[in-house]
């Protein structure tokens, strides 16, 4: 990737002393000539960063008796090497799927490839008309026979060939996972996982190359939270005092009531709240050992109800209560969860921060909060997430929430809810501290606006809750009120007659107090 920028900016250069020496005649011919300059520029770097050995087995499939590549499917679907149609050579690979619904992928076989190093997929594709998106991916494997999946691309494709760039660097930089890397195969589908339509798409020169880390790391410095200070995870000791006075408010007796029947029916999440609320250190001891059952068994902190979510709030409000035994298996099992996927643990800076799994739980409601928790016991999971929230996350959602809307589509609360916990978790403990921006608090008016009159929403880019009736929005709209002052938003999240959104129990109980006991909103004023 370095010598394609060398290049490019040799070639710039070189072009602009060549054409300052030239009379304005000459210099007139010459500009004319530039956009063609640059374009040859870019192909012969292009060329020239992929001068190295290639992994994509067949790449042209030119051979067409060769047995590395395979197919999965049911018999709507079928693969095969195509002649007569192909980017270069005779041949390409055709992937035909008459219903859709996945039912069709290619595989190769596994190819021994280095180590530590940047894995970059191109590959050309086409088709007839049947279909507007591929999928390509690379799968990887260690030297213990584990497997790590790198996410797949979606590929626009049309009737003329179109080239596909595909970089795995954010799942295989992390030294914790290439360290022991020693294969790779390619992964095709015609067709986005889960799509219900007719595929038709050929493949045709393939490339798998590998390149060193092409970013720069930049480490920006944290807020340090107080050390020997807890609670600090969503709220502090002032806010602590609150809500033990809500507790004789009748405006909060539904949610005190939800609280202590969860807590009754042993949940963790509830009972270390109230043990901490209480000061009741055998329910917190309950929660305790609860918790570390569970956390035991978790291996998704994807989601917002993870073990490594709630387990990071048991550990820091219970955390008179816990033992040094007990410490140190959380930590060890925060630091287990946080390694299974990306941005992994240490941290691996070249992980996605805009799409894709790693905007939800995993970093914003599991290394941050885990990592506030233990702080005081070992500060490097706090301190890496912390940075690369600020390094990496930060600026994207700067950009795109001054949209007001959120760029996945209607449905995606699902990942706005883990950036409304981040921001909340450093507003909460740093001095009302809007780490994420003023435009944030517009992004559910997207919601409001799309509101229909059956009180279900409009429809918008990637979407699954065709009923509108997530809780996540109600509750994304209540985090956004407190932050911000907010008086529509907070109107509207506490109004359940207003659209379909489901309402906040369970779980939502705990944060509505948390919440609540912090926000300086009047209950029926009306901010814009």
């Known amino acids: 990737m370095f010598l394609f920028f060398f290049v490019v900016y040799v070639g710039a250069v070189h072009f602009e002393r060549i054409t300052k020496n030239r009379t304005s005649g000459h210099l007139g011919r010459m500009m004319t000539l530039r956009p063609r300059l640059v374009l040859v520029l870019l192909a012969v770097a292009v060329a020239a960063a992929q001068q190295g050995t290639n992994y994509f087995p067949n790449p042209s499939f030119e051979n067409t008796t060769a047995t590395r590549w395979h197919f999965g499917g049911d018999a709507h679907a079928s693969g095969r090497y195509a002649a007569g149609v192909a980017h270069t050579g005779a041949y390409s690979m055709l992937l035909n799927d008459t219903v859709g619904g996945n039912k069709l992928y290619a595989y190769s076989d596994y190819v021994d490839v280095p180590a530590g190093k940047v894995y970059y997929l191109s590959v050309w594709l086409r088709t007839d008309g049947r279909a507007h998106n591929a999928q390509v991916g690379l799968q990887f494997v260690n030297s213990t026979s584990q497997t790590y999946l790198a996410s797949y691309l979606p590929c626009p494709v049309n009737n003329t060939w179109t080239r596909c760039v595909f970089n795995t660097s954010h799942q295989q930089t992390n030294a914790g996972k290439n360290k022991n890397l020693v294969k790779l195969r390619v992964q095709l589908f015609p067709e986005l996982c889960g799509f219900d339509h007719a595929s038709f798409v050929y493949f045709d020169d393939g490339y798998v190359w590998a390149e060193d880390k092409f970013y720069t790391e930049t480490h920006t410095s ?25 507790r004789s408010n009748a405006a909060y007796s539904s949610l005190w009531r939800d609280i202590t029947s969860a807590a009754a029916s042993g949940s ?34 994807r989601v917002f109800d ?5 387990g990071a709030c048991v550990y820091d409000w219970c955390y008179a209560q816990l033992t040094a035994a007990q410490k ?11 390694d299974l996927e990306t941005p992994y643990y240490p941290i691996d800076r070249s992980s996605m921060t805009v799409v894709g799994h790693p905007q939800e739980g995993w970093l914003l409601t599991g290394q941050l909060p885990a990592g506030l928790a233990f702080y005081d016991e070992d500060s490097a999971m706090y301190n890496g997430a912390a940075s690369f929230f600020f390094d990496g996350y930060v600026p994207p959602r700067l950009f795109h929430y001054a949209a007001h809307w959120h760029h996945q589509g209607d449905s995606y609360y699902a990942r706005f809810i883990h950036d409304s916990q981040a921001a909340w978790l450093f507003y909460a403990l740093f001095s009302k501290m809007h780490v994420l921006g003023d435009d944030m608090q517009y992004v559910p008016y997207q919601t409001i606006y799309s509101v229909r009159p059956d009180g279900s929403g409009l429809r918008a880019g990637d979407t699954w809750d065709d009923c509108d009736t997530s809780s996540y929005k109600r509750y994304c709209a209540l985090i956004q009120a407190a932050m911000y002052n907010n008086g529509i938003l907070y109107n509207i999240s506490r109004d359940y007659e207003y659209a379909k959104w489901g309402r906040m129990t369970g779980y939502f109980s705990v944060f509505q107090m948390l919440i609540l006991s912090q926000a300086t909103i009047a209950h029926n004023t009306c901010v814009a």
């Open 222 to 246: 944290v807020p340090t939270p107080p050390a020997g200070q807890h609670p600090r995870v969503y709220l502090t000791s002032s806010a602590l005092s609150t809500l033990r006075s809500m």
């Open 268 to 301: 963790p999440l509830q009972l270390a709240f109230l043990g901490m609320v209480t000061a009741n250190a055998s329910i917190c001891q309950r929660a305790i050992a609860t918790m570390l059952t569970q956390l035991t068994a978790e291996d998704d902190g």
């Open 328 to 338: 140190n298996s959380y930590i060890a099992q925060f630091k287990r969860i946080a």
């Open 306 to 310: 993870s073990a490594f979510h709630f």
